[in-house]
T-cell receptor, first 117, second 109 residues
Framework: DSGVTQTPKHLITATGQRVTLRCSPRSGDLSVYWYQQSLDQGLQFLIQ???????AKGNILERFSAQQFPDLHSELNLSSLELGDSALYFC????????????????FGAGSRLTVL | GQNIDQPTEMTATEGAIVQINCTYQ??????LFWYQQHAGEAPTFLSYNVLDGLEEKGRFSSFLSRSKGYSYLLLKELQMKDSASYLC??????????FGKGTRLSVIA
């Protein structure tokens, strides 16, 4: 157990629908990151929050949004789902905002597998 | 932008040594990480390099040459459980970790 909790583990839904993925970071970590992993794309960075504020944005579609709450848990909302959104969605957490410190290792949750039919 | 290249697949024999290479092109390099990922599971941290040279951690070692934009992960005394994908990832500037597509290692008897 990495200490990063993601729910749900599996989710099957239809095109056009909306889903919410939830992440609780490791105790003491202030940063939360969302990554998408498709079969042919590897891990793609979506968005980062630090202590409730958006810190960095990657290849996140406009149909997707996220937030980090005062208790530091985060939610990733995916709407108007398409077949191509089927993927593993990982949440990771780290103590601070990033940078060169080896102490700021990203710890990943077990992921949420989304299947869009 | 950033570009990270790794071989897609490698095969090695149980008990042997294997070297997985990673080359990267980035501006403002801050550090390089290696992660291990078993199929369908979370990536787990293996090693971190920010200065040139070799970092050793048990059966795993990682090397970095910043001038060449090159790193490798060395796995010794291979075990069947080492069959996994190995992900090279780079920190540059203040952007979050950018991952390569990973190298899928198969360990055979």
């Amino acid at each position: 157990d990495s200490g990063v909790t993601q729910t749900p583990k599996h989710l099957i839904t239809a095109t056009g629908q909306r889903v919410t993925l939830r992440c609780s970071p490791r105790s003491g970590d202030l940063s939360v990151y969302w990554y998408q992993q498709s079969l042919d794309q590897g891990l793609q960075f979506l968005i980062q929050y630090y202590n409730g504020e958006e810190r960095a944005k990657g290849n996140i579609l406009e149909r997707f949004s996220a937030q980090q709450f005062p208790d530091l848990h985060s939610e990733l909302n995916l709407s108007s789902l398409e077949l191509g959104d089927s993927a593993l969605y990982f949440c990771a957490s780290s103590p601070s905002t990033g940078g060169s410190s080896g102490a700021n290792v990203l710890t990943f949750g077990a992921g949420s597998r989304l299947t869009v039919l | 932008g950033q570009n990270i290249d790794q071989p897609t697949e490698m095969t090695a024999t149980e008990g042997a040594i294997v070297q997985i290479n990673c080359t990267y092109q980035t501006s403002g390099f801050n550090g390089l990480f290696w992660y291990q990922q078993h199929a369908g599971e979370a990536p787990t941290f293996l090693s971190y390099n920010v200065l040139d040279g070799l970092e050793e951690k048990g059966r795993f070692s990682s090397f970095l040459s910043r001038s060449k934009g090159y790193s490798y992960l060395l796995l010794k005394e291979l075990q069947m459980k080492d069959s996994a994908s190995y992900l090279c990832a780079v920190f540059s500037g203040n952007t979050p970790l950018v991952f390569g597509k990973g190298t899928r290692l198969s360990v055979i008897a």
